[in-house]
């Protein structure tokens, strides 16, 4: 078992900002922006709305980043020999304490939101808040932690993708439409990819702590092949809106974002080297983003243009 290090000065900014992970809360914009797109294709659009589902959203990806940090260290996941960016509980940054009350903090702020919208959209989103939040401990937390058994992918596709597209949606447009569901499916399928890389570059010291993840399951070469599928997926759900939806050709936009997927990809299937996934895991986040964002642009665009 670690032993947390004593209390290390720190500047108090700078210890946070790498205890929330700045770089992986695009996780939290990127949904929201796809769900706010349908919504204003739909002329569902509503701004407060939006606005609090962003702010629910990156409050429970950072609460979610806080205790997987305490959960990882409290297992001994997270030791000397990890390749990926430091752990704050893990170096002594930060205490459990001060990481628990960030998490409590989060978690409060996301519950803010959520009231707000509950007193907008109704009740199901108490459901979805709860829900969210609940996975976001479960992950590596408690006592069936779904990310020690080759679950994490399917969860963060479900509650980053799906639920978090729908529910920005749902909490503007007060109804679940097909169109929405159709474009949950690619960003789920983007933000599980980060979480691939993460893990691929993690295989090794996960195995010795026991953390069975699914990269852990598939192999290193398996884990690889997941990770380009669920790209090559996103495109191609992307292209089907077009295809067999009922969306015009701009939903084909995020292809301008296909060069960003060569670097991350050509690194996870050719590279074990910490420096080298650690990049390609900031690459892959900005690839979710970015794929979002045009994503979003081709929405509004094309509602634009049929006007």
């Given at each position: 078992?670690n032993?947390?290090r004593?209390?290390v000065?720190?500047d108090?900014?700078?210890?946070w900002?790498l205890?929330?992970?700045?770089?992986t809360?695009?996780?939290?914009?990127?949904?929201?922006?796809?769900?706010?797109?349908v919504?204003?294709?739909?002329?569902r659009?509503?701004?407060?709305?939006?606005?609090?589902?962003?702010?629910?959203?990156?409050?429970?990806?950072?609460?979610?980043?806080l205790?997987?940090?305490?959960?990882?260290?409290?297992?001994g996941a997270?030791t000397d020999?990890?390749?990926?960016?430091l752990r704050?509980?893990?170096q002594?940054?930060?205490?459990?304490?001060?990481?628990?009350?960030?998490?409590t903090?989060?978690?409060?702020?996301?519950?803010l939101?959520?009231?707000?919208?509950?007193?907008?959209?109704?009740?199901?989103?108490?459901a979805?808040?709860?829900?969210s939040?609940?996975?976001?401990?479960?992950?590596?937390?408690?006592?069936w932690?779904?990310?020690?058994?080759?679950?994490?992918e399917?969860f963060?596709?479900?509650?980053?993708?799906?639920i978090?597209v729908?529910?920005?949606?749902?909490?503007?447009a007060?109804?679940v439409?097909?169109g929405v569901l159709?474009?949950?499916?690619?960003?789920g399928?983007t933000?599980?990819a980060?979480?691939?890389?993460?893990n691929?570059?993690?295989?090794?010291?996960?195995?010795a702590a026991?953390?069975r993840?699914?990269?852990?399951v598939l192999g290193?070469?398996?884990?690889r092949?997941?990770?380009?599928a669920l790209l090559?997926?996103?495109y191609?759900a992307a292209?089907a809106?077009?295809?067999?939806?009922?969306?015009p050709?701009?939903?084909?936009?995020?292809?301008l974002?296909?060069p960003?997927?060569?670097?991350?990809a050509?690194?996870?299937?050719?590279?074990?080297d910490?420096p080298?996934?650690?990049r390609a895991?900031?690459?892959t986040?900005?690839?979710?983003?970015?794929?979002?964002l045009?994503f979003?642009c081709?929405?509004?665009?094309?509602?634009?243009?049929?006007?």
């Amino acid at each position: 078992m670690n032993q947390q290090r004593g209390p290390v000065r720190h500047d108090p900014v700078k210890t946070w900002l790498l205890a929330i992970r700045i770089p992986t809360l695009t996780a939290a914009v990127a949904p929201v922006a796809v769900g706010s797109a349908v919504a204003l294709s739909d002329g569902r659009f509503a701004p407060l709305p939006a606005l609090a589902a962003l702010i629910g959203a990156l409050a429970i990806q950072a609460g979610a980043n806080l205790a997987n940090d305490l959960s990882d260290f409290r297992r001994g996941a997270d030791t000397d020999q990890r390749l990926g960016p430091l752990r704050v509980t893990q170096q002594g940054m930060l205490t459990e304490r001060a990481v628990t009350m960030g998490v409590t903090v989060s978690f409060l702020i996301a519950t803010l939101a959520g009231l707000y919208l509950t007193a907008v959209a109704g009740w199901p989103v108490v459901a979805m808040g709860v829900a969210s939040m609940v996975a976001a401990l479960a992950y590596t937390g408690g006592p069936w932690p779904f990310g020690y058994r080759a679950l994490g992918e399917l969860f963060t596709f479900i509650f980053f993708g799906v639920i978090a597209v729908v529910g920005t949606y749902y909490v503007q447009a007060h109804e679940v439409s097909r169109g929405v569901l159709a474009a949950s499916l690619p960003v789920g399928m983007t933000v599980t990819a980060i979480l691939v890389v993460n893990n691929v570059r993690d295989i090794e010291t996960d195995r010795a702590a026991g953390k069975r993840t699914l990269a852990v399951v598939l192999g290193r070469t398996g884990g690889r092949v997941l990770f380009v599928a669920l790209l090559v997926a996103a495109y191609l759900a992307a292209a089907a809106m077009w295809v067999f939806g009922e969306y015009p050709a701009w939903t084909l936009l995020p292809f301008l974002s296909a060069p960003l997927a060569v670097q991350p990809a050509e690194a996870v299937l050719s590279r074990v080297d910490g420096p080298s996934l650690n990049r390609a895991l900031r690459a892959t986040a900005r690839l979710h983003l970015v794929f979002a964002l045009l994503f979003s642009c081709g929405l509004t665009i094309g509602l634009l243009t049929a006007a």
